[in-house]
């Protein structure tokens, strides 16, 4: 299998293949693309089949097309599972492309055998059953298995209506169009300096305003807790003088860290949310700038609707960290289909760091120079039985717990892992001494052994 993967791979100069390379007319058609989550989370890769028409000139082409897409998300997304979706609606005889369906098929079985979760085929007319019948032959008890034959009124059950298209009863308007690529997902989210676009300008101003005061109040909160760490009594005062509590749930996951070759990020995978039950709202991200340049950076996410991120774009000094609050708000809820991506970029010393400036770095830095590293949402439902969350609510008693004391534990951790590093070095420069100190000494004593036995 592993000659075979190799062979197939030369055969369509799988690590070659760009947007250059393939026909233009095959992107534009539509009938491949990346969009969209299942409700498991997992990546949904669509074949509309109506737009695709048997023709043995173009079969090398568009079997290329899928590795490209297929490789495409291999290198974005390191191999994490996706969910194929066959979109039957509207297809006929015309349409049925057995050799086509066993490419496909076999690129899921031998060359790319972790992606596939499931196949969810839409509304398959019924003169294809025959078709179909030889296709589970190809594929193995195992993956018959992952085989769901759905209509309109039951493939909610897989995919929920926001990433369905009008046709199968969801509410998804994306209309696939090249140029560009789809990367459908990341926008930028809102953040202090207010909304990219918004259709009500005045009403997020207002709602900006008021999550900007809030910040304020909980970074003069942050700032006294960070001055009081140094006993186990002045965290408690501390704890006990915080109005606005910010217990985000995955400070404890934040020890896991993602090592960039500009930044390090923590957490390394997923942000923790609460459910609507938990209330937990507000998450934190640290970045560590690894570099001896300023290192810019933004964040972008797949639901910008629902975040505020800050800063969400921003640089950071040589060697120091920076803190990212990403918070809910209004109504919102944190669903598993959300992610995060964070792009850096190292800067010259001559850029500046303004907002303009900042912008007009990312109009002209090269792709080929920005680390792109992606998050998931984790959403945490509530241990907590009802009743006890309406009792402390009814008489304003504060959910001590210690989930504060996690949140600075972190920030510990991370100048006591910067400390050590120093200490390492010092220690290495310590022992290079020693030993240079030694050869010096060995030397002026041979030096001086040299000189007494010509006298002598």
Same mark, same amino acid.
């Given at each position: 299998?592993?000659?075979?993967?190799?062979?197939?791979?030369?055969?369509?100069?799988?690590?070659?293949?760009?947007?250059?390379?393939?026909?233009?007319?095959?992107?534009? #058609?539509?009938?491949?693309?990346?969009?969209?989550?299942?409700?498991?989370?997992?990546?949904?890769?669509?074949?509309?089949?109506?737009?695709?028409?048997? &023709?043995?000139?173009?079969?090398?082409?568009?079997?290329?097309?899928? @590795?490209?897409?297929?490789?495409?998300?291999?290198?974005?997304?390191?191999?994490?599972?996706?969910?194929?979706?066959?979109?039957? @609606?509207?297809?006929?005889?015309?349409?049925?492309?057995?050799?086509?369906?066993?490419?496909?098929? =076999?690129?899921?079985? &031998?060359?790319?055998?972790?992606?596939?979760? !499931?196949?969810?085929?839409?509304?398959?007319?019924?003169?294809?059953?025959?078709?179909?019948?030889?296709?589970?032959?190809?594929?193995?008890?195992?993956?018959?298995?992952?085989?769901?034959?759905?209509?309109?009124? /039951?493939?909610?059950?897989?995919?929920?209506?926001?990433?369905?298209?009008?046709?199968?009863?969801?509410? *998804?308007?994306?209309?696939?169009?090249?140029?560009?690529?789809?990367?459908?997902?990341?926008?930028?989210?809102?953040?202090?300096?207010?909304?990219?676009?918004?259709?009500?300008?005045?009403?997020?101003?207002?709602?900006?305003?008021? *999550?900007?005061?809030?910040?304020?109040?909980? #970074?003069?909160?942050?700032?006294? #807790?960070?001055?009081?760490?140094?006993?186990?009594?002045?965290?408690?005062?501390?704890?006990?003088? /915080?109005? +606005?509590?910010?217990?985000?749930?995955?400070?404890? !996951? @934040?020890?896991?860290?993602?090592?960039?070759?500009?930044?390090?990020?923590?957490?390394?995978?997923?942000?923790?949310?609460?459910?609507?039950?938990?209330?937990?709202?507000?998450?934190?991200?640290?970045?560590?700038?690894?570099? !001896?340049?300023?290192?810019?950076?933004?964040?972008?996410?797949?639901?910008?609707?629902?975040?505020?991120?800050?800063?969400? #774009?921003?640089?950071?000094?040589?060697?120091?960290?920076? &803190?990212?609050?990403?918070?809910?708000?209004?109504?919102?809820?944190?669903?598993?289909? /959300?992610?995060?991506?964070?792009?850096?970029?190292?800067?010259?010393?001559?850029?500046?760091?303004?907002?303009?400036?900042?912008?007009?770095?990312?109009?002209?830095?090269?792709?080929?120079?920005?680390?792109?590293?992606?998050?998931?949402?984790?959403?945490?439902?509530?241990? !907590?039985?009802?009743?006890?969350?309406?009792?402390? =609510?009814?008489?304003?008693?504060?959910?001590?717990? =210690?989930?504060?004391?996690?949140?600075?534990?972190?920030?510990?951790?991370?100048?006591?892992?910067?400390?050590?590093?120093?200490? &390492?070095?010092?220690?290495?420069?310590?022992?290079?001494?020693?030993?240079?100190?030694?050869?010096?000494?060995?030397?002026?004593?041979?030096?001086?052994?040299?000189?007494? +036995?010509?006298?002598?």
């Amino acid at each position: 299998m592993i000659d075979q993967s190799f062979q197939w791979r030369k055969e369509y100069t799988v690590n070659d293949l760009t947007e250059s390379v393939l026909p233009k007319a095959l992107l534009e #058609n539509g009938a491949l693309f990346l969009h969209g989550y299942d409700k498991e989370g997992y990546k949904l890769f669509w074949f509309r089949v109506k737009l695709h028409v048997r &023709d043995q000139k173009q079969q090398l082409e568009k079997k290329k097309l899928v @590795a490209f897409w297929l490789e495409h998300y291999a290198k974005r997304d390191h191999g994490k599972p996706l969910t194929v979706v066959f979109d039957m @609606a509207e297809t006929g005889i015309s349409h049925i492309d057995l050799d086509f369906v066993r490419f496909i098929v =076999n690129c899921f079985t &031998d060359y790319y055998p972790n992606f596939l979760t !499931k196949i969810v085929i839409f509304e398959m007319p019924w003169i294809m059953n025959a078709a179909f019948k030889i296709v589970k032959g190809w594929l193995g008890p195992d993956a018959i298995s992952m085989l769901k034959f759905t209509n309109k009124s /039951d493939v909610q059950e897989y995919i929920s209506g926001e990433y369905l298209p009008p046709h199968m009863g969801g509410t *998804d308007s994306f209309k696939y169009s090249y140029p560009p690529l789809v990367d459908d997902d990341f926008q930028t989210p809102l953040c202090e300096n207010g909304p990219i676009t918004s259709e009500d300008e005045h009403e997020s101003k207002e709602e900006i305003d008021a *999550d900007a005061k809030e910040t304020g109040d909980l #970074n003069e909160e942050q700032n006294l #807790n960070q001055k009081k760490m140094n006993s186990i009594e002045q965290n408690s005062k501390s704890e006990e003088s /915080d109005k +606005t509590e910010f217990k985000p749930k995955n400070a404890k !996951k @934040a020890l896991t860290t993602f090592k960039g070759p500009l930044l390090h990020i923590s957490p390394a995978e997923e942000l923790y949310f609460g459910s609507k039950e938990t209330g937990e709202k507000k998450c934190l991200i640290v970045l560590t700038n690894v570099t !001896k340049n300023v290192v810019a950076f933004k964040v972008r996410t797949t639901a910008p609707e629902k975040y505020r991120v800050k800063p969400s #774009n921003s640089s950071c000094e040589p060697g120091t960290s920076l &803190d990212i609050i990403v918070s809910l708000h209004g109504g919102f809820a944190a669903s598993l289909q /959300d992610r995060f991506l964070i792009m850096a970029a190292e800067m010259d010393q001559s850029s500046g760091s303004g907002v303009q400036d900042l912008s007009q770095f990312w109009k002209e830095v090269p792709r080929t120079k920005v680390m792109e590293h992606r998050l998931r949402c984790h959403v945490i439902e509530s241990s !907590k039985p009802s009743t006890l969350t309406l009792k402390e =609510n009814a008489f304003n008693i504060p959910a001590k717990t =210690n989930e504060d004391l996690h949140m600075q534990l972190t920030h510990l951790l991370q100048i006591n892992k910067r400390l050590q590093e120093q200490i &390492d070095r010092c220690l290495w420069f310590q022992q290079l001494s020693a030993v240079l100190s030694l050869l010096s000494i060995t030397v002026v004593a041979f030096c001086f052994y040299l000189v007494y +036995t010509q006298r002598g």
